[in-house]
């Protein structure tokens, strides 16, 4: 068994074991009205990033079907080899549009997005500042850079002006890089502030805004909140979470996604996404622009949870209670688990130590009945774990 190389992977699983990290992955079955058939049990799930119930709409679903049919399953290839089928085109201008910028580039996912798009825009001469609960894609692409980075407290703009006072001059290019909704907080950044400083400091503003797209800003994303809008070098989003579909995009000048094509690893080694997916996204963007109570909804219903369950207002659709120990956590989401709730238990690595927590996530289809019962369980946990 010692000379076992499975012995290695049989002690590293053991010791996350150990600290009640252990994930598995567990068969989960959504359906329209924003329930989840998971070991058995049918729950009301506050776990999904569906923000608008997009994932189940009709019209993305024959969207997708007719795309089959037109071009079958797959893209058959790179998007620069012949795996570029024309949705890709219409989906890029109809995201521009939108979000109002100069050009798009659509990627494989979020993730893909932000491996691929920071290494190619910065290099070793250059400086990223970053916020210290940058997203795991976010902190590997600053790797994948090789640029030198520095971490700022979270949202902490006197932190970010105090390291490019010290820093900026012995860079080529600077890149402020943050979150419009942090994933595991649902707090917004500051942009505002931030424009501020990257004006003084000749830096540009790469904004990662995955739960923000769809949710804020009437839907066009997390900067569209201020006014007057802070300016963006790039624009990160995902086509997976509000959009109910699946991909990553940038939105930036058009010699940003020009360079994407040619030095972004992640779009150019990899094959296109299925046309049905990116069909499926199309008609998911035509929701978003024009049912504005739709996409009020999410934060809506964050609303009437925080106010019920007596927490502080939320800023965006995702809330969060931080009860601190791994065994807390989980123990509180098996309670909710037997009142026939979904809510996740978020535990470390993906968040700091002693700050597991649960995370509830809003979305369009939650009932107001459902809002409040949940709410008044968490009224309680406090006292009870
Ligand atoms: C902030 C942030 N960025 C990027 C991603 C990755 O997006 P995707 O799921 O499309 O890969 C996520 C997803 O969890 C995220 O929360």
């Given at each position: 068994?010692?000379n ?5 992977f049989?002690n ?11 994930r ?5 079955y959504?359906s329209?009205?924003?329930k989840?058939?998971?070991n ?13 119930g ?5 019209t993305?679903?024959?969207a997708s079907?007719?795309?089959i ?5 797959g ?24 979000k ?11 993730f893909l ?25 976010t902190n ?5 850079s090789?640029?030198k ?5 979270h ?12 820093n900026?001059s ?13 994933s ?24 990662d ?8 800003g ?12 802070p ?6 989003g ?7 579909s ?10 940003i996604?020009d ?5 972004a ?10 046309p049905?997916?990116v069909?499926?996204s199309i008609?998911?963007?035509?929701i ?5 109570k ?19 207002m ?55 009945n ?12 406090r006292?009870?774990?």
């Open positions: 068994m010692e076992d190389v499975k012995h290695i049989y590293e699983i053991r010791k996350i074991k150990d600290t009640s990290q252990l598995i992955l567990n068969e989960s959504r329209k009205d924003s989840v058939l998971r058995g049990k049918r729950l009301i799930s506050f776990s999904c990033n569906d923000y608008l997009l994932t189940q709409n009709e993305l679903i024959n079907i007719n795309a049919k037109k071009y079958g399953t893209a058959g290839a790179s998007r620069l080899v012949s795996g570029n089928h024309p949705l890709y085109t219409k989906l890029e201008n109809l995201i521009s549009n939108f109002l910028g100069e050009s798009t580039c659509v990627f494989g996912s979020g997005t932000n491996t691929g798009v920071i290494p190619a825009i910065a290099s070793k001469n250059d400086l990223i500042v970053y916020d210290e609960l940058s997203h795991a894609s590997l692409g600053i790797k994948l090789k640029a980075n520095i971490k700022f407290m949202n902490d703009n006197n932190h970010v002006e105090n390291i490019l006072k010290k900026r012995q860079y080529r290019s600077c890149f402020l890089l943050t979150e419009g909704v942090f595991m907080d649902g707090d917004t950044a500051d942009l505002k502030a931030l424009s501020f400083l990257a004006k003084k400091y000749n830096a540009s503003i790469i904004l805004d995955a739960h923000g797209f769809g949710v804020l009437e839907g066009r994303g997390s900067q569209f909140e201020f006014k007057p809008t300016e963006i070098l790039v624009q990160i995902t086509l997976s979470k509000a959009a109910g699946y991909g990553g995009f940038t939105v930036a000048p058009k010699i996604n360079l994407m094509h040619n030095k690893r992640s779009l150019i080694y990899t094959t296109g996404l299925p049905a997916t069909a499926a008609a998911a963007i035509n978003i622009r024009t049912d504005k739709l996409v009020k909804k999410p934060l809506e219903n964050a609303v009437t949870f925080c106010k019920e369950a007596q927490l502080p939320p800023q965006s659709s995702i809330v969060t209670l931080i009860l601190g120990t791994e065994k807390k956590t989980l123990k509180a989401s098996r309670i909710i688990e037997k009142e026939g709730f979904y809510v996740g238990a978020i535990r470390p690595p993906t968040v700091p130590p002693n700050t597991s927590r649960l995370r509830f996530t809003f979305c369009a289809n939650h009932k107001k459902e809002i409040i019962k949940l709410a008044k369980i968490i009224r309680n946990i006292d009870i774990i």
